[in-house]
């Protein structure tokens, strides 16, 4: 299983911005596809935002477009996604995640990514 571990959350006031991090651990990110997610208590999983490998392609959410983007550093193995201008209704754990199967998101979000990071809790609030 790949190891995934993400960072960079905490709280921020309304517009505020964050970037958070996805570091791979034994496994070099460059190949793969990486989702990010959200989920917020008592919602469904939110497919945020998929960043395909070699940066071929960059997918997201229709709730988050033109506010959220996602980007790579490979050579310190670390996808990121930066989050500007955020609001209440952004709070959530975030996460990433990424498969074998899945080297590019073709303009979409897979939701059956096989190995996923711990989470990191964003709030948002004034």
């Known amino acids: 299983q790949l190891q995934l571990v993400e960072s960079g959350g905490g709280l921020v006031q309304p517009g505020g911005s964050l970037k958070l991090s996805c570091a791979a651990s034994?496994?070099?990110?460059?190949?793969?596809?990486i989702g990010w997610f959200r989920q917020a208590p008592g919602k469904e999983r939110e497919g945020v935002a998929c960043?395909?490998?070699?940066?071929?392609?960059?997918a997201i959410a229709d709730s988050v477009k033109g506010r959220f983007t996602s980007s790579r550093d490979d050579a310190k193995n670390t996808v990121y996604l930066q989050m500007n201008n955020l609001k209440p209704e952004d709070a959530a754990v975030y996460y990433c995640?990424?498969?074998?199967?899945?080297?590019?998101?073709?303009?979409?979000?897979?939701?059956?990514?096989?190995?996923w990071g711990q989470g990191t809790q964003v709030t948002v609030s004034s």
């Open positions: 034994g496994f070099s990110l460059d190949a793969y596809a």
């Open positions: 995640a990424a498969d074998p199967f899945y080297a590019y998101c073709s303009g979409t979000i897979p939701q059956d990514f096989g190995s």
């Open positions: 960043i395909s490998a070699g940066d071929e392609d960059i």
